[in-house]
């Protein structure tokens, strides 16, 4: 079992950054697979950010490419999404998954992550 906890959302003006922060805890030393995820009021959740296993491979969706980065420090048992230059479109509920295995590879598709936090809202005004 993996448990998940976020941290960092907020309320910030357009063009502003926010790091969020996942710290897991419990078994991670199977170097999982981890996603970001979000969800606004009204849509449905949809895909952010991915990073491999092993930290060698990162994805990302075409809407935040270019302004969220992703990274992982497995040291810390934690992974940060840092966010650039946001928009009032970004506002939503940002949660982060992990995928179970050894050294899992990422996937976009939230169905194949086993564990979920609990989210921590970011709030992006204009």
């Known amino acids: 079992q993996v448990q998940l906890v976020e941290s960092g959302g907020g309320l910030v003006q357009a063009g502003g950054s926010l790091r969020l922060s996942c710290a897991a805890s419990?078994?991670?030393?199977?170097?999982?697979?981890m996603g970001w995820f979000r969800q606004a009021p009204g849509k449905e959740r949809e895909f952010v950010a991915a990073?491999?296993?092993?930290?060698?491979?990162?994805y990302y969706a075409n809407s935040v490419k270019g302004r969220f980065t992703m990274s992982r420090d497995d040291a810390k048992n934690t992974v940060y999404l840092q966010m650039n230059s946001l928009k009032p479109e970004d506002t939503a509920v940002y949660y982060c998954?992990?995928?179970?295995?050894?050294?899992?590879?990422?996937?976009?598709?939230?169905?194949?992550?086993?564990?979920w936090g609990q989210g921590t809202q970011v709030t992006v005004s204009s």
């Open positions: 419990g078994r991670t030393e199977n170097r999982y697979a």
């Open positions: 998954a992990a995928r179970g295995g050894f050294y899992s590879p990422y996937s976009v598709a939230d169905r194949a992550y086993d564990y």
């Open positions: 990073i491999s296993g092993s930290g060698g491979s990162t």
